[in-house]
């Protein structure tokens, strides 16, 4: 019988233990959601409330691929592994800068220059069989562009064969990466109470128009009908931000669709 309780502690001590590359600055949510980033933590109680855990981090695959497997120094015709777990800082308008850690940077002996490697461990590769998710698209090229490399690769690791892996390659989008730094400074402007001009759907991504069911930022929303994922845990908390915005009592984002459809044929 599984004990969730049980799962939870032993779950949060292993989270809490030290691992390389997370700490409270980091950047792994850039890609996502910015109206849940600002939320959890306008709202700690939450996380700690949810008996299902946190996601624990592939921190195991981490110390093999830059330990064992790609150690600093490891020199090949191709590349040179130049260093792990470096501290990349970008300015904020309110905090002082954010901080976090590229996995890996190398040398690409070939085209003289940089790339990053970023490492997700995960359950199925099936998700990423083509291309890297574009939310760790978007957190690996503003590594990629803080380091000066030229390009970056999103390495796929399967939790049960570290052998079992898919590497996707891009070149450095400095157009990206602005965009990236201008959301991380708005989440900055709005957890500092600097609002003005600011609406909540531009933070609440995939929450600014009607999606007619087409929207794929939608999916972080609502419970999955295949899996154990039960929702946005600060849903409701949006919910109020966007009543807040559109001047109306949202109880749901049944009934915030109903309202964006009815404005869409208004227009």
């Known amino acids: 019988m599984r004990d969730l309780e049980l799962e939870n502690w032993v779950r949060d001590k292993m989270c809490k233990a030290h691992f390389p590359g997370v700490?409270?600055?980091?950047?792994?949510?850039?890609?996502?959601c910015l109206g849940c980033h600002v939320l959890e933590k306008e709202h700690p109680e939450i996380k700690e409330k949810n008996i299902m855990g946190f996601t624990l981090p592939g921190s195991m695959g981490h110390i093999f691929m830059q330990e064992y497997a790609l150690p600093e120094g490891l020199d090949t015709p191709e590349y040179l592994i130049l260093g792990h777990e470096q501290k990349r800082f970008i300015p904020m308008?309110?905090?002082?800068?954010?901080?976090?850690?590229?996995?890996?940077?190398?040398?690409?002996?070939?085209?003289?220059?940089?790339?990053?490697?970023?490492?997700?461990f995960v359950k199925d590769l099936?998700?990423?069989?083509?291309?890297?998710?574009?939310?760790?698209?978007?957190?690996?090229?503003?590594?990629?562009?803080?380091?000066?490399?030229?390009?970056?690769?999103?390495?796929?690791?399967?939790?049960?064969?570290?052998?079992?892996?898919?590497?996707?390659?891009?070149?450095?989008?400095?157009?990206?990466?602005?965009?990236?730094?201008n959301k991380m400074k708005l989440v900055d402007?709005?957890?500092?109470?600097?609002?003005?001009?600011?609406?909540?759907?531009?933070?609440?991504?995939?929450?600014?128009?009607?999606s007619g069911g087409k929207n794929s930022s939608r999916y972080i929303c609502d419970a999955s009908s295949k899996g154990t994922y039960g929702g946005c845990l600060v849903q409701k908390y949006c919910l109020i931000e966007l009543s807040k915005q559109f001047g109306q009592e949202f109880t749901s984002l049944v009934r915030y669709d109903e309202f964006l459809k009815q404005q869409k044929k208004g227009k």
């Open 189 to 210: 402007r709005w957890l500092a109470n600097d609002r003005k001009g600011i609406k909540w759907t531009d933070l609440a991504l995939g929450l600014d128009h009607f």
């Open 93 to 120: 308008v309110h905090e002082a800068f954010r901080m976090s850690s590229v996995d890996t940077f190398l040398l690409d002996k070939k085209l003289k220059g940089i790339g990053v490697f970023d490492y997700k």
């Open 126 to 181: 099936n998700w990423v069989e083509q291309d890297a998710k574009d939310e760790n698209r978007e957190q690996i090229n503003l590594y990629a562009y803080t380091s000066g490399a030229l390009w970056y690769a999103v390495i796929y690791v399967s939790k049960l064969n570290y052998e079992d892996i898919r590497i996707h390659k891009y070149p450095t989008d400095p157009e990206l990466a602005t965009k990236s730094i």
């Open 23 to 32: 700490h409270d600055f980091g950047w792994s949510w850039i890609g996502g």
